[in-house]
């Protein structure tokens, strides 16, 4: 029997966790595709080519991979602050969470829109679409099934992410299991987490899986 | 349709230049089928890509239907390059549409609005007899059947000039011929001009009216077929009519004899054998129907100790075959 206690525990740990990592979402999947976008664009020989540009895009976006998420959590705290006016707390996790997810997905579109033929792109350009034609209704497009793909990728490494949002106080799932399993040894509020953690992950990736198979016509 | 003067382009690849298209210059008539073939890496696929400004030429002219491309940017650029239809080798065609998706995509591209969109792309894959799969996905295709797409697209903007790098090279013999023969119906019916890349002699056999022969960014060779083929001294003679290694025949000498035009009606064998007493062997060769003209080539052995041997081959000379030594 489950107790009712660990019942609202974990459902508060799970609203948590969604809040973060729902918003977390939404903005790094506009900023990464965005940044993934100009990385393609601005690329040698791309619709707007910068290679400059490029090079520093590519090095901010390196620089922000590189950085181990708990590391990044603490050093641009006083950027959270100016954010969201405070440093601790589930929303002043969502800074760090977006900034460290912007990178990670703007790779991942980086590559999907590479996977879209020079040939589709010269095709286009032939019939005398615009740039802004090409982007739309040719590149992303074409890459939506990658796109969804490396979203859901996404999404399940924030859920990994936000475990350590505890650290600031943002609560989550991951949260629960630190201070209740680790630190406490209460066992069944640790595996009641570990199988909320697995269910969420699984419903993410099947989802994400079943609306990139719907997009996909290879 | 297409005046080329001057063209010039070379790439920097780390920094070694090389120059693709090293100064060329083309004339295409209004409603003639041009064929420029070459090697690998003659600079074909760079020219056709100069004529629509995919490539940006470093020299030299490009005037298409009276308007000077090269002098022209962005939307006025996107809007000439609407009235000139391009197909691809390897179809090139949008993997998330359908097939009458894929088609409305180059009107989609010119704003036409949906309902003219619908009428047109039903008509235009009607064109091409695809009209029973506009719901497939290219990936539910076959290769003929996604050319036959790539065609119907490049003919949405009711173009006058159709550019092609290579569109049957994917292709396997019998949906070559029967896209060339798609093609040949296109140019006939719509008047469309046609600027197209290949390496297949087919192409040139079943489609084109002129040819040019490119090496390392150059023509070597260009002009009418029938004109050309009649040349003695013509690559594309040898290229479309291969007689293989000479033979040893014992006791005779060989000669390859090249006709093209009227020039094949006459019965030369019987000729030779009636006015000039030889005995002809026909060692090799054939003798085709081309879109151009009739011709083709023979390799025949003649005695060596015939005494008619030199007026003989004067004789043939005289009647417009091009006559020379087997080597
Ligand atoms: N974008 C490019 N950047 C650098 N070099 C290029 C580029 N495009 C073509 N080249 C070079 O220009 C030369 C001509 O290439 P091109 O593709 O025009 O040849 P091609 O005759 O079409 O060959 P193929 O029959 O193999 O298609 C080659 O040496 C090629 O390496
Ligand atoms: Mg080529």
Redesign the interface.
């Known amino acids: 029997m489950i107790a009712p206690d660990l019942v609202d525990l974990l459902w508060q740990g799970f609203v948590e966790t969604a809040y973060m990592v729902g918003v977390a979402t939404l903005l790094s999947g506009a900023g990464g595709l965005l940044v993934g976008v100009l990385l393609i664009l601005t690329d040698r020989g791309g619709l707007l080519a910068a290679p400059r540009l490029n090079g520093l895009l590519g090095l901010i976006v390196n620089i922000g991979r590189s950085l181990p998420f708990i590391i990044l959590l603490v050093a641009i705290s006083p950027f959270t602050r100016a954010v969201v006016g405070t440093t601790i707390g589930t929303t002043a996790a969502i800074v760090p969470l977006t900034v460290s997810a912007i990178p990670f997905y703007a790779r991942i579109v980086e590559a999907a829109i590479r996977e879209v033929g020079r040939d589709v792109v010269d095709a286009a350009r032939a019939m005398g679409a615009s740039r802004r034609q090409i982007i739309v209704k040719v590149l992303l497009r074409e890459a939506r099934p990658g796109l969804v793909a490396g979203l859901t990728i996404t999404v399940v490494a924030l859920i990994g992410y936000s475990a350590m949002a505890g650290v600031i106080g943002g609560g989550g799932l991951g949260d629960l299991a630190l201070r209740y399993g680790y630190q406490r040894f209460e066992d069944d509020v640790m595996v009641g987490t570990v199988v909320l953690l697995i269910v969420v992950v699984q419903a993410v990736q099947m989802l994400g899986d079943r609306v990139a198979r719907r997009l996909s016509h290879r | 349709m297409i005046r080329i003067e001057g063209l010039r382009k070379t790439f920097h690849s780390r920094g070694r230049p090389v120059t693709a298209v090293d100064g060329v210059d083309l004339t295409v008539a209004e409603g003639e089928v041009f064929g420029v073939v070459g090697r690998s890496g003659a600079g074909k696929s760079t020219l056709l890509?100069c004529v629509?400004l995919?490539e940006r030429p470093d020299e030299g002219h490009v005037t298409v239907d009276g308007v000077e491309l090269t002098a022209l940017r962005d939307d006025r650029l996107?809007?000439?390059?609407?009235g000139?239809g391009?197909i691809?080798q390897?179809f090139?065609?949008?993997?998330?549409r359908t097939a009458a998706d894929n088609v409305s995509?180059?009107l989609?591209?010119?704003g036409v609005p949906r309902r003219e969109r619908a009428v047109r792309v039903a008509e235009l894959l009607d064109l091409v007899g695809l009209a029973d799969r506009a719901g497939a996905?290219?990936?539910q295709l076959s290769g003929g059947q996604k050319q036959r797409v790539g065609i119907a697209?490049a003919l949405a903007?009711r173009p006058r000039l159709l550019?092609s790098d290579e569109a049957t090279s994917a292709l396997d013999p019998d949906t070559t011929g029967a896209i060339l023969s798609l093609l040949r119906g296109l140019t006939q019916r719509l008047g469309l001009t046609i600027l197209l890349i290949t390496h297949e002699m087919e192409v040139v056999k079943r489609l084109c009216d002129a040819v040019a022969i490119m090496r390392d960014g150059r023509f070597v060779e260009s002009g009418p077929v029938a004109e050309l083929i009649s040349r003695t001294d013509s690559q594309l003679a040898r290229d479309i009519f291969p007689l293989g290694p000479v033979p040893t025949v014992p006791g005779h000498l060989l000669y390859d004899v090249t006709l093209a035009g009227t020039v094949g009606d006459e019965a030369f064998v019987s000729r030779l054998t009636r006015r000039h007493d030889l005995d002809v062997r026909i060692v090799a060769g054939a003798v085709e129907q081309l879109a151009a003209t009739r011709a083709g080539r023979l390799r025949i052995a003649l005695p060596e100790a015939a005494p008619g041997l030199a007026d003989a081959l004067g004789d043939l000379r005289t009647a417009g075959f091009g006559v020379e030594a087997a080597r």
Do not use: G
């Open positions: 890509r629509n995919l996107r809007q000439a390059r609407q000139i391009m691809h390897h090139a065609l949008l993997a998330s995509f180059a989609e591209v010119m996905y290219p990936a697209r903007s550019l």
